[in-house]
């Protein structure tokens, strides 16, 4: 069974930063892709930012010179660095992991930012 959790969501206020972290584990195929996405009240989910096997990074325009993907040293982690946030980026934030099988979600983590 495969795991997916994210945490360090939290309560913070406009101009500040926040660090998301996501790990998996359980008996999960070879990772392609790790991803964050997410979904603010009344809307869809959305790309925040993907990171795949070699490095190669995307991220949606909002968040680009602001937020950092990174993967972890241990295998099948990623991190989401999030600075000067605003209060449009308050949303339920996922972690996406993405293998040639399935792509395997996390249940979420809140990030709440005040103006």
């Known amino acids: 069974q495969v795991q997916v959790v994210e945490s360090g969501g939290g309560l913070v206020q406009a101009g500040g930063s926040l660090r998301l972290s996501c790990a998996a584990s359980g008996s999960i195929f070879t990772i392609d892709t790790m991803g964050w996405y997410r979904q603010a009240p009344g809307k869809q989910r959305e790309l925040v930012a993907t990171i795949t096997t070699r490095g190669t990074t995307n991220y949606a325009d909002s968040v680009k010179g602001r937020f950092t993907i990174s993967r972890g040293n241990a295998e099948n982690t990623v991190y989401l660095q999030m600075n000067s946030l605003k209060p449009e980026n308050t949303a339920v934030y996922y972690c996406?992991?993405?293998?040639?099988?399935?792509?395997?979600w996390g249940r979420g983590t809140q990030v709440t930012v005040s103006s």
């Open positions: 996406s992991m993405e293998t040639s099988r399935r792509t395997y």
